[in-house]
């Protein structure tokens, strides 16, 4: 959530993964495996921007400002 916010107030859109299928009420009683490594790293997922207009400087500025929050996460 840290890294949404920050990427927001940058004016990048951002947002939560989408839930895993077996989590969607449609398949709540499929049958499935063990998916505890899905349903873990499900929580920590975001989706970028990746729109077909995305151009080079636009995917430079999302990749610094990440790198920005890393940065200032570490210290």
């Avoid at 449609?26 to 975001?46: G, P, Q």
Wanted: with cysteine; hydrophobic share 40%.
């Amino acid at each position: 959530k840290d890294l949404l916010s920050f990427l927001a107030s940058r004016g990048i859109e951002a947002r939560p993964a989408w839930h895993p299928l077996h989590l969607q009420p449609a398949y709540k009683n499929s049958i499935t495996d063990d998916l505890k490594t899905v349903e873990h790293v499900h929580k920590t997922l975001i989706c970028l921007p990746s729109s077909t207009g995305l151009n080079i400087s636009d995917q430079n500025l999302v990749i610094a400002e990440i790198k920005n929050f890393v940065s200032l996460k570490s210290h």
